[in-house]
């Protein structure tokens, strides 16, 4: 892998939607198909990196070379994630974790009353896996995602400053979610800087280019 762009590094990744039981057959989820983070972790490793991906459920297999890790639930994805963490040296936090759970979660099937009744869902907030993992001592370089339906530049920025991280990717969600394209924009310390339509893979290529610029020393490698 020498004089490959990340050559030697090691990236963490999380990738696809988080699901969140309502009982055992039922659960609140999202649009994420999760080819973003699939190709975000492709292009880490073709760019020379050791590329872990910690995955919620999508029908996507792990790409070549990546070691890929299973989760369900946003909290089981912020146990892994917190545990591999101090190790690496780049975090790119692609997955759309659910806000929230499910508090009143049921042990067995919720059986309907026939009359009309509704149900109620009680729902907590989910742990924030990105912020924490920016606020580590000595964590990771971290990358974060925002797909937003409106006001993109106003709240991706806005995100960016809340957790603390030197890189957001923004997009439109109806232009991503569920699509094989995506058009980004990235936010930075010099502001925003918009990005084609591109194929997701070659945003991805494009992607861990411009993050190998800004985190790797020239001639390090
Ligand atoms: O504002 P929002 O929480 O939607 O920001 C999205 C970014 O934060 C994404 O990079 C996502 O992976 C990350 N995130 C997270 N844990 C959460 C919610 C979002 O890591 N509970």
């Known amino acids: 892998f020498q004089g490959k762009a990340l050559a030697g590094k090691n990236i963490l990744v999380t990738a696809g ?19 973003m983070g699939y190709a975000i972790a492709r292009a880490a490793w073709e760019a020379g990196a050791r590329v872990t991906l910690v995955s919620g459920p999508t029908a996507l297999d792990a790409p ?26 780049i975090f ?16 067995q099937k ?16 989910n742990p924030d896996i990105l912020a924490e993992v920016a606020a580590l001592a000595n964590g990771p370089w971290c990358v974060g995602f925002a797909a937003e339906t409106e006001n993109l530049h106003e709240y991706a920025e ?19 979610m569920e699509s094989d394209q995506s058009r980004m924009v990235l936010f930075d310390d010099q502001g925003s800087h918009p990005l084609p339509v591109l194929d997701k893979l070659d945003a991805a290529r494009r992607l861990v280019a411009e993050i190998a610029n800004r985190t790797v020393r020239p001639g390090a490698s």
Request: aromatic share 4%.
């Open 110 to 125: 919720v059986k309907k009353t026939g009359t009309q009744g509704g149900l109620d869902l009680a729902l907590t907030e």
């Open 17 to 35: 939607p988080t699901q969140e039981d309502i009982d055992p057959v039922r659960f609140i989820s999202n649009r994420s198909s999760g080819k």
């Open 92 to 107: 790119i936090s692609v997955a759309a974790v659910a806000d929230w759970r499910v508090s009143n979660t049921q042990t």
């Open 158 to 176: 806005a995100k960016r400053q809340r957790k603390k991280i030197p890189l957001l990717v923004g997009n439109l969600a109806q232009e991503t």
């Open 64 to 89: 070549y070379g990546v070691e890929r890790i299973n989760v369900k639930t946003a909290r089981q994805m912020h146990a892994h994630v917190m545990q591999l963490a101090p190790e690496q040296d």
